[in-house]
């Protein structure tokens, strides 16, 4: 895999989630949390199903909103600028903060090269002249994709395989540019190589981006991430709660609450 | 004991199930056959009795002003139907998309309001439309192609947007979100993702209205009222159909006029029979398709 050299123009920010609540038709899903993302690091959330680790990811792009019923009281400084606050503008923070779904989600209609542009064509953020074939080839080439596609860019971008076409996302989120990057479970539909692929591709990335990644998988939060967040949930149906985080290494080693022990060693979730 | 008794009865009921299965089969497939049979009956009732009069001559001539003679054809009613729901369409089709958008993107009060009013629109007979075109403008300006086309669009309107929000709730949320996530508008998202997504089941859905107006007599009865003399190109008039043809010289009780009538329906089912596979070829590259 091709080592890309951190570009002056990708400038990773920190996230700071500040008692934060996101309720779903009045109902927390995830409540009173309070984190701090460091900039040019993978910050893994992890913790058992429902516990709103992916609806806490999805208030970091202000995705949460979108599903009607949501709702969210707190604050995410993106670089210390809420957000959530009146001026913000959903758009301009979503072309800062790119996400990589559970699901690849290439667009149908669209070829492999287009599915790259898209995030820029259609936010028209491409003017005329723009090198479209290079932009394209960098970002295919930061996702570890580019030799196996540079001859299929026009083939459709539902052609690929699983493992290809979840790289193809991170490209089309790469090529906008971002500076926080969240995944949400991005391997949860991969093959074993594929999802070492994408590991190698996590820590890759974060020496120019900022990578919150949800995931079930505790050996991939103990493989990829430097920060290990804990949450969960006292019963089901209740908000999830962080409860614990920290360095990774500390948090698989030597958890500080029994929760967290309990979790990893698999005695819950 | 309770376990291989009940095993041992699931075993006893498996010659019963495979019996019922085959039978079922067999009626199935009885079934399909029959519908099939039925379908192909007709196309080939209608092509034997249309193809003795079918020429050149019936696609390029007007009927003869006596319906009892024999010659001309329905070159009028192609022009007509052409016309009268090649308007319609351009009406219906931008505003019932829209309104499809709107219901399945947008939701909301107005959103349900505008679902109940389209299945009840669906159900309204299309006569009645034909009255409320005939009460509202032809009572004051008299029969024209153009009201004969606005009472062929409000009944392909419905049919337009329950067929496109079908489609709509067909392409995947995952899609919609990540296109937001890239950081598109949500306009734009629907433009430039959701509906080119959908395209092959709206186009579907748009044939099946089409073909229902290139068949509707009553509406047009009260509104274009026909024009069997001469060839009428201007909606401003009273204009034909090949439906309105059909109708006229079929129950005129002359073998001659009668001819034409099933030479005219034959016409009119390649019509719809080339617009449908043409729209299909066009709209190949949309991904979700009608579940219809």
New interface residues.
């Given amino acids: 895999m091709s080592h890309v050299p951190p570009t002056p123009d990708a400038a990773a920010a920190r996230i700071d989630v500040v008692n934060l609540t996101a309720r779903y038709h009045g109902r927390p899903a995830v409540a009173d949390v309070d984190l701090a993302i460091e900039p040019r690091q993978v910050t893994a959330l992890i913790g058992p199903s429902g516990c709103g680790k992916s609806t806490l990811l999805r208030c970091m792009?202000g995705?949460h909103l979108?599903v009607?019923g949501a709702s969210v009281t707190g604050q995410v400084l993106l670089d210390d600028a809420d957000i959530y606050a009146k001026d913000s503008n959903p758009?301009?923070?979503?072309?800062?903060v790119?996400?990589v779904?559970q699901?690849p989600?290439p667009?149908?209609?669209m070829s492999v090269r287009d599915n790259v542009l898209?995030?820029l064509q259609?936010?028209r953020r491409l003017g005329r002249g723009a090198p479209h074939d290079e932009i394209a080839e960098r970002a295919l080439t930061k996702a570890g994709l580019w030799h196996e596609v540079k001859d299929r860019l026009k083939a459709p971008g539902?052609s690929l395989s699983g493992g290809q076409q979840q790289r193809l996302?991170i490209a089309?989120?790469l090529a906008?540019e971002p500076e926080v990057l969240l995944m949400d479970e991005p391997c949860a539909h991969l093959d074993p190589i594929s999802t070492l692929t994408i590991e190698d591709l996590i820590r890759e990335i974060k020496e120019t981006y900022t990578v919150v990644i949800v995931t079930h998988n505790m050996q991939q939060a103990a493989r990829v991430a430097d920060t290990t967040a804990f949450l969960t949930m006292s019963a089901v149906g209740d908000p999830g709660r962080l409860v614990e985080v920290g360095p990774t290494e500390r948090i698989f080693s030597s958890p500080r609450r029994q929760t967290t022990e309990d979790y990893i060693s698999g005695k819950i979730g | 004991m309770a376990a291989s008794t009940s095993a041992s009865a699931a075993h006893r009921g498996l010659p019963r199930r495979m019996a019922v299965n085959a039978v079922m089969t067999v009626v199935l497939g009885l079934v399909t056959v029959g519908v099939v049979a039925l379908l192909l009956w007709i196309l080939a009732y209608v092509a034997r009795q249309g193809l003795k009069y079918l020429g050149p001559m019936f696609l390029t001539q007007t009927p003869p002003g006596d319906p009892s003679q024999a010659g001309g054809g329905f070159a009028n009613g192609i022009v007509g139907s052409v016309v009268i729901v090649g308007i319609a369409t351009a009406l219906s089709v931008p505003i019932g998309i829209a309104a499809a958008v709107h219901m399945v993107e947008y939701?909301g009060r107005l959103a349900r309001a505008c679902g109940f009013l389209t299945d009840v629109l669906i159900g309204l007979p299309s006569i009645v439309t034909g009255a409320f075109v005939y009460a509202l403008w032809v009572a004051h300006f008299g029969f024209s192609g153009l009201a004969g086309a606005v009472a062929l669009g409000l009944i392909m309107l419905p049919l337009i947007i329950r067929a496109t929000a079908e489609v709509l709730r067909l392409v995947?949320v995952?899609?919609r979100?990540?296109?937001?996530?890239?950081?598109?508008?949500?306009a734009?998202?629907i433009m430039?993702?959701v509906l080119?997504?959908a395209?092959s089941g709206i186009t579907t859905g748009v044939m099946l209205a089409v073909a229902r107006a290139m068949g509707e007599t009553a509406p047009l009865l009260l509104t274009a009222l026909g024009n069997d003399l001469f060839l009428e190109a201007n909606p401003a008039r009273r204009m034909s159909t090949l439906s309105l043809q059909i109708f006229s010289n079929a129950i005129t009780g002359f073998a001659t006029a009668q001819a034409r009538a099933w030479a005219g329906t034959l016409t009119l089912i390649v019509i719809v029979l080339v617009l449908s596979v043409g729209a299909r070829l066009v709209g190949r590259?949309?991904?979700v398709r009608s579940a219809r």
Avoid at chain 1, 91 to 96: D, M
């Fill in positions: 792009n995705l979108t009607p758009v301009e923070i979503r072309h800062r790119g996400m779904f699901r989600t667009f149908p209609t898209a995030g259609l936010g539902a996302c089309r989120a906008v | 939701r995947p995952e899609l979100e990540a296109s937001l996530a890239l950081g598109v508008s949500r734009r998202t430039a993702i080119p997504t395209r590259r949309g991904i």
